[in-house]
């Protein structure tokens, strides 16, 4: 993989404005007036979710496959429908291909008809025996993605700054986690992977984790702002979680003002995972594969 990633292919071509992707999804609607008034579809987030839960069960069959391999298919699949109106393809082959795809650039390779049985076995009515059909969409995808299939992510900077901040292993799990959770949403096209990183470290700190997932005791987003500004006086632990640890979090703090991260893509980055985990909520399995499988019958001999 390649080392800098600030000269990647990512940087240079897979890292868009807000305002850039929403022009480039409203191009490929626009193509396709018809189909998207014949086939509506739920916020791209709660699809977003149900693909992951669909490539976790995937992979946990009998291939057991890494999460870096699980993260850089969620990549390519969210590459691959800026291309391709998502309408005009079956997303569970997609999903077995993205896959297949990252196993091999992850070196954790899997064999295509281990692969395609395991897909059959859960999806029978989307997925043809036939090997070739899945071949056939690995090209698809490579081509749509232009060949640019190195993906550099947030993990490597969370496990580098486990002792620049004192992180306890409970932290890290919490900041991986929250690192897994942002593949279901934009940012992954928005941000780089360090940003990401120091997102996640910041909401396992200020944010309180509870059996209903993380519990946002005031806004975040205001506290970046605050650091960002340099106003002194708000970098006191009376702006945080009362249940984090004074002096963890104040440093991190302290370490945030004084470094060159951008805290405005920070903010942002809070204010699309705390989004994520809203409108998580609302998310049921069965709404999500009853759109999804409308149109995906009919292409399920195609892409």
């Known amino acids: 993989m390649a080392a800098n990633y600030w000269a990647s292919t990512q940087r240079r071509n897979w890292h868009f404005s807000k305002e850039a992707l929403l022009e480039i999804r409203q191009s490929l609607e626009d193509n396709d007036r018809a189909l998207i008034h014949q086939y509506t579809l739920l916020d791209r987030r709660l699809l977003s979710i149900f693909f992951q839960a669909q490539l976790q069960k995937l992979s946990k069959r009998s291939m057991h496959i890494r999460q870096q391999a699980l993260a850089t298919a969620q990549v390519y699949i969210r590459r691959f429908y800026t291309k391709v109106e998502i309408r005009r393809t079956n997303p569970y082959l997609v999903l077995a291909t993205a896959l297949y795809l990252a196993c091999k650039l992850e070196e954790c390779p899997q064999h295509i008809k281990m692969v395609v049985t395991e897909a059959r076995n859960l999806w029978p009515e989307f997925i043809a025996a036939d090997i070739s059909k899945l071949g056939e969409c690995e090209f698809f995808l490579i081509s749509e993605m232009s060949c640019q299939l190195i993906v550099h992510h947030p993990y ?91 002096g963890k979090v104040q440093f991190l703090v302290k370490w945030l003002a004084e470094s060159e991260i951008d805290i405005k893509a920070m903010a942002d980055c809070t204010q699309e995972i705390i989004s994520l985990y809203d409108i998580w909520e609302q998310y049921k399995e069965k709404d999500c594969k009853e759109q999804i499988g409308r149109f995906a019958r009919t292409r399920n001999s195609d892409k």
């Open 156 to 246: 490597r900077t969370l496990v580098e700054l486990q002792n620049t901040l004192n992180l306890a292993q409970d932290e890290v799990s919490l900041s991986w986690s929250i690192i897994n959770d942002h593949y279901l949403t934009d940012l992954p096209l928005l941000h780089p992977p360090h940003i990401i990183a120091v997102t996640a470290i910041f909401l396992a700190l200020v944010l309180k984790p509870s059996q209903g997932g993380l519990q946002v005791p005031g806004n975040p987003s205001s506290i970046l702002a605050n650091i960002s500004s340099g106003t002194k006086e708000s970098l006191t632990i009376e702006n945080f979680a009362s249940g984090s640890p004074q």
